[in-house]
């Protein structure tokens, strides 16, 4: 929207309003982006980093999450105090802390995909299972009648 009167031969008395605005939403929209990508991450990773197993198996990675955890709730408690989304989102530091958690739910899931890749490689017939199932599996070794 901002594009299309940035190019008008009207835009002279606004030209400063509309790329302020211009600037603020592409801010905003970045910000989103990023927030949906740690969304999506955090909540695939969630259940997963739940199990006490897993934390004590992938340490570094549990220490990650956590990280990641912490802001992710802290910033969901600020923005249900802030509701106004341009007001909320208009911020390199949201963009920024989006940005690291992203790179930290990466090496999370990397380091999960490892584990996951050590445990296909001790028995083979796992390679056949998705990383969903075998997680599943996995979660469940203390009672050996699940796991069959």
Known sequence: MTQAMSFSSFKKPFEERIAD?????????????????VQRSWLYL?????????????????KRFITVDRNWRSTLAAAEKAPLAIKFCNSSKLYEKFQESNKFLDLVQKGL???LETKR???????????????????????PKKVQ
């Open 21 to 37: 605005w211009d600037k603020t939403l592409s801010c905003v929209s970045e910000v989103i982006e990023e927030w949906l990508a």
């Open 46 to 62: 969630q259940p997963i980093f739940d199990s006490d197993d897993i934390q004590k198996q992938l340490p570094t990675e549990a």
């Open 113 to 115: 995909s490892d584990y």
């Open 121 to 143: 490689a001790a028995f083979s017939r796992f390679y056949f299972l998705s990383n969903d199932e075998l997680l599943e599996i996995l979660s469940e070794t203390k009672d």
